[in-house]
Every structure is written in structure tokens, then in C-alpha cells.
């Protein structure tokens, strides 16, 4: 067991045929099997679910988001509440992101220099500064389990100059994260960045591991590169990490590719896709997606799906198609529901295989179950 600070994780079983990682992280609102998915609270709450009906689900850490908590309902705001836990009813463990995403994901109205990132609000055009010391005052506020570092996501693809840039930027903002105090009850997880430069990543992930963070994130993947170079990456990134910390892939929620990297040594996941899909009249299943809104379940009396045990579960495909046609919201709060429990399901069974030493196996079976072709797991040079 590593014993940070802030909080510990035990490496409990390496599957003898690959990197997947059996472990438990303790944090100060519970513990927490990995491998594990996290459903995403953006703007502290997960869209459409209330506290019990995401535990429900066999979820125990979320994720919610610097930089719109910041901005709406406001940091201080929420710290005078008793905090994220006790503003969204919450008491498992909380991740927060520092809102590097958005230097991504609102580049249009976001400018970066070696201080900070400057951004027009998305909200009412305002001016918004968000430098390390600001992300880390904000996640402090917040009262999270886990803070994450400010890093620097360039866009995909990118010229190796502009790379090396925000790869350099990201080692120097977690330099100054690292030396904002905060409460001992919070972790901080540095972010691997490097594109899809193995030296970049190397390096970046170097330095990260010589500042002694509690956990360790890979990011700037899923957004927008071939799945290949996903799994190249997470291959080449995870073992330059220390094997007493957890390491999170930032944003990735196919199931294929929790798998595969699951394979390649990641503990930790989060992501959109199974609410938001939800929200869209679409359930994953062990034989693949149903796509709701098609004819073809107008009539079908069948259960969504049995082996799910989700509330959703006792309900027909005809009546769960007839609540998207209707636009009445129990629809999409039923699959957002049933979509969550299918993840955790697959996490834990994902869990048992590796304690069993038969994780690849269980990958075959569910890529054959899925009609998906199978990966190698030899060809990540």
C-alpha cells in the first residue's frame, strides 16, 4: 500500500498475461475498486440522476469540473454550502478537473500563455482567468477528494513545436499546483501530456513522477486520433508511471477502449458516453447497442435488458421507445440509469477477470459478444 498524504492506494494483483491492475484507492469519503469508471457531474450533478440513483448504480467517484463550478454557481458560493459533497448531496469521493479541458474544448474563446489561460465566458462573454494558483483555490474550495493539476491540452493534430510547448507548459503549471497549499484531506494528480510524441510523453511524464504526486492522469487522448495511437500511447505512458499510484486516462468511455487500456495497465476512466447516449434513447448491452428510437422496437415486448440489474430492467423496449417518441424525461433518466449500471458491470466483471488472470480472455469474449474484431495487445511500439 502507498501511503501519500492525501490518500492511498493499494496494487492488489497484476493479470499475469498483460498490464491490467487490480487495485483499491482510499480516499476520505471511501474507498474505491479499480479499475474504475467515473460518471461525469460537470456542473455538479450527473444530468437528469439524483445521489442515490448514481450510487444505485454501483458508482462510488465522480467527476465534477473547475471550471464551471467556478464560474456557476461560483467557487466561494459553494464553499460557503459545506462544500461540493454536502451542495450536490454527494458523499463518495469527488474528482475534480483543473479545466485544462476547456483550453481544448473552448479554444475559440480561450487564450493561454505561460501565466495562465485567459477565456471569454461561455456564460456571458466575461473575462476569466484561470492560472494553477486560481484551478487550485477553486478544486480547494470545492472541498474535492482528488484535485487535478492545470495542464495544457493543444489541439489534434498539431505541429511538434506546439506540442512541445504545451507539454513544457503542463510540467511547469504542475510545478506551481503542487506548491499551493491545501487541505491534507486532498490529493493532487498530475496529467501526462506529449500528444502522440513517445519522447514528449516520456519527458513529461519524468517530471511529473519527480515531483512525488499523489496519482498520475494521462491526457490529451479521445480527442479525435485513431483508437491506435490511443493505445499506443497509453501503452508507452503507463509504465514510465510509478506502480504504487493510480493512473487515470482522462475522457475515454467507449467500452473497447476501456478494455484495451485496461490491458495496457489504466486504472481510472471517465466520460460522457454512457449518460449522454442515454439522454439519446441508445443502451449498451453485453450483445452490443440498442438503438431505441428504431421502429423495430415499437412492438417489442422484451425487456431492455436482463442481465443488467438497473431499474430500467422492468420495463419493455416498446414502452422505453415510447417515453423518446413522447419526449417525456422518464426516458432518458431510465437509460442514463441502465447505461451507468451496465458500466459498473463491466468494470467489476473487468475486476474478477484480472484477480482470475484471465483479463484478455474476457476481452476476447466481449469484443466477440459485441460483433467487434479483437486487439492485439503486442503491437504498441
Not at 496494487?11 to 479499480?34: F, K, M, Q
Not at 517530471?207 to 496519482?215: N, R
Not at 474478477?352 to 488472470?357: L, P, S, V, W
Request: with cysteine; aromatic share 8%.
Amino acid at each position: 500500500m502507498a501511503n501519500s498524504r492525501n490518500l492511498q492506494y493499494e496494487l492488489l494483483h497484476v493479470d499475469r498475461n498483460c498490464h491490467a491492475r487490480l487495485g483499491r484507492l482510499h480516499t476520505p469519503h471511501g474507498s474505491v475498486e479499480l479499475p474504475a469508471f467515473m460518471p461525469v457531474g460537470t456542473a455538479g450533478t450527473v444530468k437528469g440522476l439524483t445521489p442515490d440513483q448514481i450510487a444505485a448504480t454501483g458508482s462510488r467517484l465522480i467527476l465534477g469540473n473547475t471550471y464551471h463550478l467556478g464560474l456557476r454557481p461560483g467557487d466561494a458560493f459553494i464553499e460557503r454550502l459545506g462544500g461540493l459533497h454536502q451542495f450536490m448531496g454527494w458523499s463518495g469521493p469527488i474528482l475534480t478537473d483543473s479545466g485544462g479541458f476547456q483550453v481544448f474544448s473552448l479554444a475559440r474563446l480561450a487564450k493561454v500563455n505561460d501565466n495562465a489561460v485567459s477565456f471569454r465566458s461561455h456564460i456571458d462573454g466575461s473575462l476569466v482567468e484561470l492560472s494553477p494558483e486560481r484551478s487550485m483555490e477553486i478544486q480547494s474550495r470545492l472541498g474535492s477528494d482528488i484535485a487535478m493539476a492545470l495542464d495544457h491540452l493543444p489541439a489534434l493534430p498539431a505541429p511538434r513545436n506546439a506540442i512541445e510547448e504545451a507539454t513544457c507548459r503542463t510540467i511547469r503549471w504542475a510545478e506551481r499546483c503542487r506548491n499551493v497549499p491545501r487541505d491534507a484531506s486532498q490529493a493532487l494528480f498530475g496529467i501526462v501530456q506529449g500528444g502522440l510524441e513517445p519522447d514528449l510523453r516520456h519527458a513529461c511524464a519524468h517530471a511529473l513522477v519527480d515531483m512525488d504526486l499523489d496519482g498520475y492522469a494521462i491526457g490529451g487522448l479521445s480527442v479525435g486520433e485513431m483508437p491506435e495511437d490511443m493505445y499506443r500511447i497509453a501503452a508507452i505512458t503507463a509504465p514510465t508511471l510509478p506502480a504504487d499510484r493510480p493512473r487515470y486516462l482522462m475522457g475515454v468511455g467507449r467500452p473497447r477502449d476501456l478494455l484495451a487500456c485496461i490491458a495496457r495497465g489504466v486504472d481510472m476512466f471517465d466520460c460522457v458516453i454512457p449518460t449522454r447516449n442515454g439522454r439519446n434513447a441508445m443502451a449498451f448491452t453485453d450483445s452490443g447497442p440498442i438503438r431505441l428510437r428504431n421502429a423495430r422496437y415499437q412492438v417489442d415486448p422484451a425487456p431492455l435488458d436482463e442481465q443488467t440489474p438497473s431499474v430500467a430492467k422492468q420495463f419493455s423496449r416498446a414502452y422505453l421507445r415510447h417515453l423518446f417518441t413522447s419526449g417525456e424525461m422518464l426516458g432518458p433518466i431510465l437509460l442514463s440509469i441502465h447505461n451507468l449500471t451496465w458500466y459498473q458491470r463491466l468494470m467489476k466483471e473487468a475486476r474478477e477477470a484480472i484477480a482470475a488472470d484471465r483479463f484478455l480472455e474476457f476481452c476476447d469474449s466481449r469484443f466477440a459478444a459485441w460483433g467487434e474484431p479483437p486487439i492485439s495487445f503486442g503491437n504498441d511500439a
